[in-house]
Every structure is written in C-alpha cells, then in structure tokens.
C-alpha cells in the first residue's frame, strides 16, 4: 500500500522534537527515507529534507538555508565529479517552488553549523523554496542550489494557513498551499513598462485589465540574496506574465545579441534602454538549462 | 510645486496618532485633502483614505476593511443614484491592487463601528488592497467595492520592508513595494491542470519552464470572503499567466455559453468538466467592466 505524501506538519510532531538517528526520524514520518537526502517525487514535489552539512556547499542561516541538490558526486570520495541535473529530488524541490508545497526540514548535527543539534536530529518546522538555480560549486561542477525560508506559523498568518492546512490534509487527505509570487513594483519598474509602452520585449503583448494595460518588470539578475542584483533600469526588463514566469523558470534566456535560447525571437530592446551584458550571462549561466526542458 | 506623493508611513507619524478635525489630519500629511475620501491619481495610485462611514455600504472588521469607492451619489441626500465609475480614486485604489502599493487608512469617528475613534480622527497604519470588484449596493446601484488588509508591521518581516521602504522612498526619492500574486496549489489544482494537459482553456498555451509545463489554476468565483467561492473543480479552470491576470482584473469573462467577452473566442471544456454557471455569472457580475477598458 503506498503511503500518503503529507505536505506541511506531521500531526503530534512538533518543531524542536529532537531523534536520536535516522531509524527514529523514519519511524515520526517526519522524514521516511532511512539514506536519501531529500524525500519525494518528481510528480508530486518534496515533502521533506534533512541538512545534515553532507555537502560542502550547503549554507544554514538559521532562517534562510542554501541547500544543495543532489547528484554528480563520486560514491568513494563524496566529491563532486560531474555537473548535477534538475531531476529526481532536485526536481522534486523545484517543483515545491514552481507550485508553493511546503517542506519539512530536519538538521542533523555538524559541527559547522551553529544552527545544527549537538546530536541526532531535531524537526526544525516548515520552510518555502523560494527560488532555485544553478551555479558552480567548490569543484567546479554545477549543482542545482535552493533557497528555503522558514514559514514561521507562530506569528505569521499565512504560516498558520499552512499549518492548519497540512492538519486539514490529514482529513481531508488533500494539500492545500499557496503561491506567492512576488513582483517588486518600483517607479523604475513604471519606467521600463512606459519605455516599452505596457507590450512584452518578447512577444508585444499588453493584457488589458478592467483599469488598463497591465506588464510586468522583470529583474534580469534576481534582487536578494544570493544573487544580490541591482534594481536599476540596465537590470530590468518588460515582460507579459507569461514570459515573465517563463524567464524565472529559466525556459528560456538571452543572448549578449539580445537573440532568444529556449524559444525562439529576439528581445525588442528600445536605443535608451541600456541593458547590463553581465546581467544576462549570470541570467543565463544561473537559471537557462536546457536539457531539462521537456519539448 | 507639486508634492512628492509618499506611498508608506509619514516619517514622524505613528500608528495611533490622533487628530482632532481634517485640517490638522491634513497638516499632518498622512492624508492631505481636507474633502475627500481617496488621496491619489489615476496614474500612481492612491496613497491615503478616510474611512469615516460616509458610505452605507463600508463594512470595517479591524484588519480587513470593505471599503466603498466613490461616485454615483446625490449631492444634497447623499444617496447612491447611479452607477460608480472604475475612474478617479477608484482606478487610483485599483492601482493600488495591481502594483502592490500599501495605502494609509485613517479612520474618523462613527458610532456604527466599533473600530473607530470616539472623536476626530487616527491613522491606523498601512493596508494592502487584496482585491477589488463592483456589486450591486444597498441602493441597487453598482458600487465599487476594495478590499484592505492590515499590513502589520510589527510583526510580519514583508510589512516591515513596507515600512523601511516608505523610509527609504523619503530619501531615494521612489517607491518601493511588493506585489503578492496568491495563487492556491491543491490536488484539485493539479487535476483541472492534467485534464487540460496544462494547456490554457482560452489559447492552449503551456508555459515551458526547466521543469517542465506550468499553467495554473483560476477560481472563477474567488476564495475568501466575502466571494466565499468554493474550493472545488466546478469552480476553476485551467489558465496560463496571462489570461490568468485577465481574468481576476476583468479582462474578460465567460458567458454561458463559454463564448468569451472582452476577448475573441470560446472557453475550451472538457465533457468531463461539470463548469457551474452560476460561478461565471458571479465573475461576470463583479468583475467585468468593459466599458472602463482602454480598447
């Protein structure tokens, strides 16, 4: 019989509850695979995770985690070999941040992070994938990174949707969770949409709302740690929302030419609007995989 | 010369700052105009209201105000005798909605509400406008209805950014806010979404991302109060970004037919997508509003 994926809570355990090994967090449900990293499914998402500093690029703030993908290490040495690919738990994670499912996150002890137990295990509560993307890591191979922030259902109202959410699915035997996608809305950002009169640089589409024409302004190198790109108008561009969730996903990136990869077209860029080269590369060097694009 | 108009807190102006009259609320700048109710513009947005029960159809409950928008009303009864426009502070509020600007309240004393001063009037703080639609008011005439939630601050870390943002804005000269696109994920999503095959009902598009196809799913009578639409596959269907966006703004609607209005075209339905007509007829009720769009 195939066990229920529970996305948020596992009900009567609760944040700080601490295991002595593996065995007993797999017993709580809390996180069921005795080896793996990340438990889940490429159709489904992931429901939990364990930060154990098994990998060298892993970084805990406590709040925030940088947690690495799997993939391309070498079985004997545990070094990165080869480049990791957005598949299996990679993909799972992803698709937590694509769709807005919650996951669980335990630490395991290591005594590089102040964040870790001192010993065993400790279920440290929900967090959000924010957002994922690829770069090179110590070894000089890429690995997929995801961004997880904590959903602190204590004092936040949404946190608590999720947490009665995940006691509702337990009932109801459904998931219920939410997408926050979240657009920066600066004078800059009116800037570049007047710039290019409300149409998408890619496709000249303008959606018409009840008060108007609506676009989004899209940061070329994402604002925010890690990334930490600037909001300034060489940094910004004007999308639809459809190119706009597409160029975040990495479907597709732009050229030094300003020539499309992953679809096809040209970005229409307007002779004032200085577009940073730079921006692009990391855009296309951090989000562009094209390889796992299902045609 | 014209004034910087301050999306954001006052500096100097606190939550529960008290006036006696309009004058000194004015003088304060946390709501300049000594008449009216919205301060703003049709381009940028309204930055400040009165919540005074002027309108018989306001509904305050604490962190979530219904607010009525303006127009229609007799000047010497102060009766609704004719339709309210989506123009002037309505499409300034409106703007609010789309681009995710926070906008003061104050409120003014009224015996209805509880949540209301005893005397003169108190700024209350920042609130988001979640959402916005008309319905027939209290008098049979249509209304325009925004709907406000309390950004709080003190306790929730995207408030604060409001807050440090208003700040900055005095400084930098600009604004800087968040838009929130909220968007439920359910296993009932994910079903409309496969008996679509993640195409969109309305142009069969299917956003490709580097985990593969995204499209998503739309309520068509809204979740919350007060649309209280239900959670259920009778009540969504399947839509990429942008006929999404469309859709919720009023873009367009669906008559009963399927037809489409405000767009060309005809809503795709699967035989085995029971859609239920009274919740297109509620979206076309409260959101569709050809005659404020800009052809």
């Not at 597709?252 to 940073?276: T, Y």
């Amino acid at each position: 019989m195939k066990a229920i994926r529970i996305f948020g809570s596992i009900p009567g355990i609760y944040e700080g509850t601490t295991f002595r090994n593996r065995i007993e967090v797999s017993l709580s449900k809390v996180h069921s695979p005795l080896q793996a990293g990340i438990s889940g499914s490429q159709k489904e998402g992931a429901d939990s995770i364990v930060v154990s500093g098994g990998y060298e690029d892993d970084e805990d703030y406590g709040d925030v985690i940088i947690y690495t993908g799997h993939g391309g290490r070498n079985i004997d040495s545990g070094k990165q070999v080869t480049d990791q690919e957005l598949v299996r738990g990679n993909l799972a994670l992803a698709l937590n941040c694509q769709n807005g499912l919650p996951v669980r996150v335990i630490r395991g002890a290591h005594d590089k992070s102040i964040f870790a137990p001192e010993e065993g295990y400790r279920y440290d509560g929900l967090f959000r994938v924010e957002e994922y993307w690829k770069e090179k890591g110590k070894h000089g191979f890429y690995v997929w990174r995801f961004k997880l922030r904590k959903i602190d259902y204590s004092i936040n109202p949404r946190g608590q949707e999720f947490h009665e959410e995940a006691e509702e699915y337990v009932k109801a035997k459904r998931v219920e969770t939410r997408i926050q996608r979240i657009i920066r809305e600066t004078s800059l950002s009116n800037k570049v949409k007047v710039l290019y009169d409300f149409k998408c640089q890619v496709c000249d589409t303008s959606i018409l709302t009840n008060i108007g024409a609506y676009v989004e302004a899209a940061h070329i190198k994402p604002l925010g740690a890690p990334h930490d790109g600037p909001d300034t108008l060489d940094n910004l561009i004007c999308l639809c929302p459809n190119h706009h969730v597409m160029f975040d996903f990495g479907g597709f990136s732009i050229l030094q030419d300003f020539n499309l990869i992953g679809i096809e077209g040209k970005l229409k860029v307007n002779a004032n609007h200085k577009i940073k080269r730079e921006f692009l590369q990391y855009h296309f060097n951090h989000f562009y995989d094209e390889k796992n694009r299902i045609p």
